[in-house]
Nanobody, 127 residues
């Protein structure tokens, strides 16, 4: 059974940084794709960044140049380094996984492609 647990959220001022972590268990497929999504109150869940099955990394336009996704397979962990945070980055952030093949760029970064989800971690950025 795939389990994802996020941590690292918090409150920061605009311009600050946070690093989110996701501990992954049960995702043993060689084709596992991983992603970060976020959802602000009253808005739809949106993709932030993704590592595809072949290791290709892609980002949503609003976070390009500010956020960095990475993974540590030895630690079964996924990370999201967030720099130059803006108030519009305020949201619940979710880690997501897919065991089947997923290749491509940000055009494939949408919730229906990822069956497994964590419970989320809140990020609040004040101006």
């Amino acid at each position: 059974q795939v389990q994802l647990v996020e941590s690292g959220g918090g409150s920061v001022q605009a311009g600050g940084s946070l690093t989110l972590s996701c501990t992954v268990s049960g995702a043993n497929s060689r084709y596992t794709a991983m992603a970060w999504f976020r959802q602000a109150p009253g808005k739809e869940r949106e993709g932030v960044a993704m590592i595809a099955s072949d290791g290709h990394i892609s980002y949503a336009d609003p976070v390009k140049g500010r956020f960095t996704i990475s993974q540590d397979n030895a630690k079964n962990s996924l990370y999201l380094q967030m720099n130059k945070l803006k108030p519009e980055d305020t949201a619940m952030y979710y880690c997501a996984a897919r065991l089947g093949r997923l290749y491509g760029g940000a055009g494939y970064l949408y919730p229906a492609n990822f069956p497994y989800w964590g419970q989320g971690t809140q990020v609040t950025v004040s101006s």
